[in-house]
């Protein structure tokens, strides 16, 4: 017996129905959550919700919350599922949480939060000065001396490396994009410019020139203890910081 078109096509009907039904149902309560969120604003019963997920955002989280609180505004509670897990692309998902956000910046301006937040980091980085920060916990300034711009300063480290330290002539250069050969440094860089725990490791896709190694490594480490390095801030707070000084050679 021989299916009619029209009955292969239902479940597909029937699937774009069901898709409708809930997005109207999403939309009702999406628009009943930001009625909620202007009623509570206009109580004063301001909250902001951190969507933002665990990582260098969270530097200074409690002195934020802190300071919050001192302009009236609640927050979620830390470490609840919606302080972290990040802002949902979904239009229909927090959007009482969204709104009262969005309410709190009109109010406040759009510079209110990021101003808390900097004053939150310096608060922290102050009163944890014997901690050592990630690299990118730090403010994205170059440390590097020679370089204008953060993401410049790699470019001239090794710039300037070459140009104290040439490869020599007989350098087996790889033959291949597949694998990498160079020399990495990594140390402490402390607030007050010395460097501590200097650690230097060389890589050669070619064994041949393991005869370098040595070599390499002793240049590279001069190299770093002889550059005036500039140290890391936390909202312009000095800080000790992890730092690394990368060299290829192919």
Known sequence: MKTKPFLL??????????????????????????????????DGNYIWTIFSGFGDDY?????????????????TEPGTSLSCIPLPDDPYKYCYEKEMNQLIENKFGKKFIPSLRHTAKQKFASEHPNEIFGYSQCDQTSRYPDA??????????????????????????????????????????????????LSVESTFENKKNNIFEKQFNKQLKDFVLHTRWIPARISGVPVDSYMEANIGYD
């Open 148 to 197: 204008v711009s953060y993401n410049l300063q790699y470019d001239k480290i090794e710039e300037a490396y070459f140009k104290r330290y040439p490869l020599p002539q007989n350098y087996i250069k790889k033959k291949t994009e597949a694998f990498f050969s160079g020399t990495s440094a990594t140390f402490i860089l402390m607030k007050n410019g010395e460097i501590k725990d």
């Open 9 to 42: 096509l239902l479940p597909l009907l029937f699937t774009i129905l069901s898709c409708e039904q809930n997005k109207n149902s999403d939309e009702a309560a999406c628009g009943h959550e930001k009625g909620q969120a202007l009623n509570d604003f206009a």
């Open 59 to 75: 530097l200074g989280e409690e002195e934020f919350i802190e300071l919050l609180h001192q302009n009236k505004i609640k927050t």
